[in-house]
Structures are given as C-alpha cells and as structure tokens.
C-alpha cells in the first residue's frame, strides 16, 4: 500500500476535506460487516451472537457495543485482540471488496480534484481502523487520491468526534498549517457523520448515498445535504465556500 509524503509548503491549505468511506465513497455490499462478524465469533468464542447496528460508528465502538450486547466485560486488551483476528480475515478476503463493491457516483471524480487542488488538504475521517480503509480504498484504486497518514481513523478513538481533533493535531504536525472548524470540512452519509462534525468543530457536506434519508441528515443537523457526490463543481464550491 502506498505511503504519502506531505510535507509542509506542499499545499496553501485553505481547506481540509476529511472523507468519510463507507456509503459515502464506496459501498462494498456489506462485506465489511461480514468479516467483523466473523472476527467476533472467533475473538468471543460465541457459537451465535447477538450483532449491534448504528452507521458510522468507530471500529472500536462497534466492537464495544457488541461485547456488552452479548454480556461480554471489556477490557484493554480485548480490542487490540479483535483486530489482529480482524485483520488477518480483512487481508484474505481483500480480493472481494473490488468483487463486490463499486465507487459511487462522483467519488473519483471528486477525490480526483481535490487532490488537485492546492487549495485543498484532503483526507479521511471514518470508522474504519487506518489499515482497513486503506484496503477498502486501494481495492478500487482511491488510495492515492487522499493523504491517509494524516487522517482520523477507528482505531484511534472510540468516540467519532474525538477523530477530528485526531486529524486536524496530524495535519499541522505534517504541514504546520492549524485548521479550524470554518476551514475544516466532513464529508459524509450518516447521523454520527454530522456529529462528528458538530461536536469535533467542522462543516458538514453530507450525502445520503447511505441508509439514511436526506431528511433524516438534516434532522441530526446538517445544512448541506446532498443527494450523491457527481455534481462535481458543486461538490467542490461547497468543500471550498
């Protein structure tokens, strides 16, 4: 997987895009969910368990939420163990998630200019853990399109919010450049998307490419609602505006 050196006076820095993945970018046909579940049966040991639901959660909540749902007690080294099991099922199986999934509609394209841009700082904000979306990416050949090592992933905080801050720390120890919460930006298809954004001070340009309703994004607090990302030079004068 490829490694990316941003260094400091690469970009002017006007804005950092922090992209969220799953049903946002990509949708890999619930192939993510299948090997999480999979990874927890053999962590547990559980013949039959009972599965949590919430989009956008962080890796590390989910398998939190999970654990208590099926009467487990966490502990410090439980997650750490989930996902060296998880890991090892994500790397055998990393053939099916261009199988199975697909780019949605606009997502290169946007992704495409905004690397482009020197206006633009664009990476990730997403539950998946660091290793995982950059699996999920280099499957469809997104990978360089966004600078990973400084993005907020799920194994670096339990709680959403929490990643922006995580981002942003990694952005201006690689560029010097401090964003803000006007001149950072979430993009995203789900309710903890938009809370990440409220809470971990960003704007939100939310997509209801997800399982979620245009409504419903706006009801948790989104201004900006999409409904996919091909407009592309909408997409862009919203990222930068």
Same mark, same amino acid.
């Given at each position: ?24 970018? #990509? ?11 999979? &990874? *927890?049966? $053999?962590?547990? !040991? ?23 749902? =099926? +009467? ?12 060296? #099991? ?14 199975? !999934? ?6 290169? $394209? &946007? %992704? $495409? ?5 020197? @206006? #633009? ?10 290793? =995982? ?13 966004? $600078? ?6 799920? @194994? ?21 450049? &401090? *964003? ?12 903890? +998307? ?20 245009? +409504? ?6 989104? +201004? ?6 091909? @407009?592309?030079? &909408?997409? %862009?004068?919203?990222? %930068?505006?």
């Amino acid at each position: 997987m490829a490694e990316h050196a941003l260094t400091r006076g690469t970009r002017v820095g006007k804005r950092l895009v922090l992209w969220d993945i799953d049903k946002t970018l #990509i949708d890999v046909d619930g192939l993510g969910s299948e090997i999480f579940s999979a &990874a *927890f049966a $053999e962590f547990s !040991g559980l013949a039959r368990h009972r599965p949590t639901h919430g989009p956008g959660r962080t890796e590390w909540q989910w398998f939190q939420d999970t654990q208590l749902a =099926n +009467d487990l007690v966490p502990t410090d080294d439980c997650f750490p163990r989930f996902l060296s #099991i998880q890991d090892a099922m994500f790397e055998a199986r990393a053939a099916e998630f261009a199988e199975r !999934g697909q780019v949605l509609p606009g997502a290169r $394209e &946007a %992704l $495409e200019r905004c690397a482009a841009n020197p @206006d #633009i700082i664009s990476s990730l904000l997403t539950g998946n853990t660091r290793r =995982n979306a950059e699996r999920k990416l280099a499957a469809f050949g997104l990978d360089h399109l966004v $600078e990973i090592p400084i993005g907020g992933y799920g @194994d670096d905080h339990r709680e959403r919010p929490e990643l922006v801050r995580v981002a942003r720390e990694r952005v201006q120890e690689a560029t010097g450049i &401090a *964003f803000t919460a006007d001149t950072t930006v979430l993009v995203g298809d789900s309710p903890n +998307d938009v809370m990440a954004a409220l809470h971990g001070g960003a704007r939100i340009v939310a997509v209801a490419t997800g399982i979620v309703s245009a +409504d419903e994004l706006r009801a948790a607090g989104a +201004d900006t609602v999409l409904d996919d990302l091909s @407009d592309t030079d &909408a997409v %862009l004068e919203l990222l %930068l505006g």
